[in-house]
């Protein structure tokens, strides 16, 4: 079945340094979604990328879905203390199968 | 809008008791997921609905797990009896589905989560 991949599992960076979480899957997808979980808290939405090779920013985050759409990336400019928690990538792939959640990356930002 | 809401926040139990988890979903979605996350295992999907009618219950651990959703608005994961090993964090989550044969492949919005504590 479908799988897919995180890396790293854990991240401990000096704040205002970069971070950056990866995304693996086994199968084409046809989207890929990032989610946050702060600490005690629940995964919530970040954003959906859809198209091969597309690039999203949300302010310090740039999502990227890679050309193949098997792979996608999270980068973080210039850490900052808020950005502790667990990034989620979570895919689908191009049978329609389920939305299928990686392990997760877990950040720790040092101030 | 109410997001998706989970009762109780917290339990503690003893070893060998009934646990109910219960999780009434955004109104409107159709699919409704109950997750699992340890420290060690990370988030495990355990059962998922679409329409009220289980999909895929795979990933219920065994027996002593149980998941029911009589209505749209309202699923319970039992445990029964509870053990230590099941400590963890229940969430549900709800979607919209617009996959084939009842995937769900939209977003999923997560509860606020349940501790479960057994002793």
């Known amino acids: 079945g479908q799988q897919v991949m995180q890396i790293p599992q854990y991240q401990h960076v000096q704040e205002g340094e970069d971070f950056t979480t990866y995304c693996n899957s086994s199968?084409?997808?046809?989207?890929i979604q990032w989610y946050k979980q702060r600490p005690g808290g629940h995964p919530v939405f970040l954003i959906q990328?859809?198209?091969?090779?597309e690039v999203k920013k949300q302010k310090r985050l740039t999502f990227q879905f890679g050309e193949a759409k098997k792979n996608s990336s999270l980068h973080i400019t210039a850490t900052q203390t808020t950005d502790v928690g667990t990034y989620f990538c979570?895919?689908?792939?191009?049978?329609?199968?389920?939305?299928?959640f990686g392990g997760g990356t877990r950040l720790m930002v040092k101030p | 809008d109410a997001g998706v809401i989970q009762s109780p926040r917290h339990e503690v139990t003893e070893m060998g008791q009934e646990v109910t988890l219960r999780c009434k979903p955004i109104?409107?979605?159709?699919?409704l997921f109950w997750y699992r996350q340890t420290m060690m295992r990370g988030l495990e999907l355990l059962i998922y609905f679409n329409n009220n009618v289980p999909i895929d219950d795979s990933g219920m651990p065994e027996d002593r797990f149980s998941a029911k959703m009589p209505n749209a608005s309202f699923s319970t994961l039992k445990i029964q009896p509870s053990e230590p090993r099941d400590s963890a964090v229940y969430f549900c989550a709800s979607s919209s589905s617009r996959g084939l044969a009842g995937r769900s492949t939209d977003t999923q919005y997560f509860g606020p989560g349940t501790r479960l504590t057994v002793l």
């Open positions: 109104s409107g979605h159709n699919s």
């Open positions: 979570a895919g689908v792939d191009n049978a329609g199968n389920m939305l299928t």
């Open positions: 990328l859809v198209k091969s090779g």
């Open positions: 199968t084409t997808l046809s989207n």
